[in-house]
């Protein structure tokens, strides 16, 4: 995440904070990007308890700082890697800033509190993605390009020199065998190189989900930034590959290519044919490395229910993980009844609400707690069967 965006979050952070009733003072945005600062970005997990201490002085506010830092930052986890981390220098070099900004009078940040902290934060993070005026759109749009990922990582078959690993390097181990004073050398080790999990999208666009759609591929494009390989489907009557399309920076031409591309947008729905041209065509090719298949619909069908069956069965043998994430999942009173969805669930690991802000800031922190080893997710197959 660019250090700018970082920052931002920040600012933002303590505006929802001091929105939500918190004794968050101007000051507290510099205290905190200082405490990051000193902290590293290494581990976010660091970063969330550095932020703790400084805001949180009762119990009672916990609750809503873990929503808080969940939603501006993620759930972070698992930690990440040099290779991905900030240069310290970068955040140090933006605090000037931040004590201009914190230098700001109480009217001022009363002001920015208002407007940014309970108009934005609060009350779109927990609108309904169809009940949003195209303004409130425009700045969901914003936040979900915004939006922090910690993705979890999985193990590669690539090794890699670890004194702290269990496999004896023999390699290493026989080449420093013997030292120059022929005095023995230590045992070395190593590991598995840890990798960012794959992603394979399919999103139905028909006509029930029109509401939604634009949104939700927004989120499927700010996923290749975070996750690594990520690969995407949309479907009405027929399946479309979009992964090339989304690959684009700016999201709304993406989007635009998108809608180009494919020429059943708002059509009837029919998963199980498409579930089927994905296993048929592509599951070879884009689902190695164990990735987590993620598919987005509200489970209305018009197809042959066990076609669906069939094809859901196959495709969650292909990934690691099946999530399915549904906008209408999160209504009150609702349950998945739909003859489409009963015949899908047996082989769903997780089946999730996608019609609000929060709704997609709990999908990236399933997404972050992944575990990086088949043998940690051993209970899944066990649990699936009970479902079915």
Not at 209 to 215: A, I, P, S, T
Not at 362 to 386: D, F, K, N, W
Request: one cysteine or more.
């Amino acid at each position: 995440m660019a250090v700018g965006v970082f920052a931002q979050n920040v600012i933002h952070f303590a505006r929802y904070l001091r929105a939500k009733g918190l004794e968050v003072d101007p000051r507290t945005g510099m205290e905190l990007l200082t405490s990051a600062h000193v902290l590293g970005l290494a581990d976010v997990r660091d970063i969330r308890c550095g932020f703790r201490s400084l805001v949180v002085t009762g119990p009672d506010q916990l609750p809503v700082f873990e929503e808080a830092f969940d939603l501006f930052f993620g759930s972070g986890g698992r930690k990440r890697y040099s290779v991905e981390v900030e240069s310290d220098r970068m955040v140090q070099s933006y605090l000037p800033v931040l004590t201009s900004a914190a230098r700001l009078d109480e009217k001022d940040m009363e002001d920015s509190t208002d407007q940014m902290g309970a108009s934005h934060a609060e009350r779109l993070g927990t609108r309904d993605f169809g009940e949003l005026t195209p303004d409130e759109k425009a700045e969901v749009r914003r936040l979900i390009s915004r939006m922090v990922w910690r993705p979890a990582e999985a193990l590669s078959r690539r090794w890699m020199a670890d004194s702290m690993g269990r496999r004896p390097d023999m390699r290493r181990t026989l080449r420093n065998a013997v030292g120059p004073r022929g005095e023995l050398m230590e045992m070395e080790f190593r590991s598995r190189k840890p990798r960012r999990r794959p992603l394979v999208i399919v999103a139905d666009m028909s006509g029930s989900m029109e509401k939604y759609v634009e949104l939700l591929l927004y989120f499927a494009h700010a996923a290749p930034a975070r996750m690594g390989r990520v690969e995407t489907f949309v479907f009405s009557t027929r399946l479309t590959r979009i992964t090339h399309e989304l690959r684009r920076r700016d999201p709304a031409m993406a989007l635009r290519l998108v809608a180009g591309r494919v020429h059943d947008w708002s059509g009837g729905t029919r998963i199980g044919e498409a579930m089927a041209t994905y296993n048929r065509l592509w599951s070879r090719r884009v689902a190695r490395g164990g990735p987590i298949g993620m598919i987005i619909s509200d489970g209305w069908d018009r197809g042959d229910p066990d076609l669906l069956s069939q094809e859901m069965e196959r495709f969650s043998r292909s990934v690691h993980r099946t999530i399915w994430l549904n906008p209408l999942a999160g209504r009150k009173g609702y349950a998945p009844e739909t003859r489409g969805l009963k015949a899908a669930l047996p082989y769903v690991d997780d089946f999730l609400p996608a019609a609000r802000l929060v709704d997609l800031a709990g999908v990236i922190r399933l997404l972050e707690s992944m575990p990086a080893h088949p043998s940690q997710a051993a209970g899944r197959s066990s649990t699936r069967g009970a479902r079915a």
